[in-house]
């Protein structure tokens, strides 16, 4: 039986504290985009990064309606909002960008119309641009064969970067996930392992083949190699350790992949390209659609979807290759 983990989260400060001066109480809007904040930690369970980037748009939001004059939520009109969003865009700030912020604004104000903070609510007609579909990048199937099958270093790193990267493709793992794997989360010998991704939401992901092979691997004697230079003896119960016997950083595996992805011809190999290539690879060999959702960890399947895009890309591509009268 798998035993739950419960995620510490740092909520933060007091609400408003986190938008005002020090030594300056907080206004009406900056008290209520404190306790919006607070309400998406505690009742939505959002991820510290997600959390972080909602922080970072209403401080250059409640900073843009200080510069005009207005403090109190009853006080924002649509045209407010128009002028910031005209105003991020003439900042060069990238259309996903301002979409993330305008959704953060209506957040705030659709919360504090419903929690009574003020009476008006200017965001309510205001629709968010759709955002332009991208087909993720990807490796040819060549390309992971080669990245995977080239000789490593025979050190106790180098049994560790190729559990790595065997592992973010061999199972579709986003580069936080893989670096918040803890050795209670593996189960090599029923080939699973418990995975915590955004929302701290968990899933159990199959490992099998090389990926379980090389993970087992670096398990067997490199881990041990790599824990004992703890001078701290702290004894990370991680996965994956770093020279120093810690946790590793998402720095240090885009490094990795960066590293090993020169070395076979392949120039600035993401860990997420790993991933998208895991989701193309299975959708092309046969892979039913919900069971890649579910691997992935995606909350709606609309998500997944752009995988049979990608796939449909991949099909005209041969046709036009190989078709005499294409």
Not at 118 to 138: C, G, I, N, Q
Not at 298 to 308: L, N, R
Request: charged content about 25%.
């Amino acid at each position: 039986m798998v035993a739950p983990r419960h995620s510490e989260r740092n909520v933060g400060s007091a609400p408003g504290s986190a938008f005002s001066e020090a030594g300056r109480a907080p206004s009406a809007l900056e008290q209520a985009a404190g306790e919006y904040l607070t309400s998406l930690a505690v009742e939505r369970n959002l991820a510290k990064n997600t959390l972080a980037a909602y922080r970072r748009d209403l401080a250059a939001y409640l900073g843009f309606l200080c510069e005009r004059g207005i403090d109190e939520p009853d006080a924002v009109s649509k045209r407010d909002i128009d002028a910031f969003v005209a105003a991020r865009r003439d900042a060069g700030y990238a259309d996903a960008s301002i979409v993330r912020a305008l959704s953060a604004v209506k957040g705030l104000h659709a919360f504090m119309a419903r929690e009574g903070l003020s009476t008006a609510h200017p965001t309510a007609s205001v629709r968010l641009p759709k955002k332009e579909e991208r087909l993720p990048d990807f490796i040819s199937v060549e390309d992971a064969r080669a990245l995977l099958d080239q000789p490593f270093p025979a050190t106790s790193a180098g049994a560790r970067d190729r559990a790595e990267l065997e592992v973010l493709y061999g199972c579709g793992l986003r580069v936080s996930e893989l670096c918040g794997l803890d050795l209670r989360d593996l189960y090599l010998d029923d080939e699973f392992m418990r995975v915590f991704g955004k929302g701290s939401k968990e899933r159990v992901v199959p490992i099998v083949g090389s990926a379980r092979a090389a993970l087992a691997a670096y398990l067997a004697g490199p881990r041990a190699e790599l824990a004992a230079h703890d001078r701290a003896r702290r004894g990370s119960a991680a996965v994956f350790l770093n020279k120093n016997g810690g946790r590793i950083s998402r720095q240090s595996v885009h490094a990795t992949c960066e590293r090993y992805g020169r070395l076979v011809g392949i120039e600035g190999l993401h860990p997420h390209t790993l991933r998208h290539s895991f989701a193309t690879h299975l959708l092309a060999g046969g892979a039913d659609l919900r069971v890649l959702q579910e691997i992935l960890g995606h909350a709606d399947i609309s998500t997944t979807q752009i995988y049979t895009h990608l796939d449909r890309s991949q099909l005209q591509e041969v046709y036009l290759a190989a078709h005499p009268r294409a």
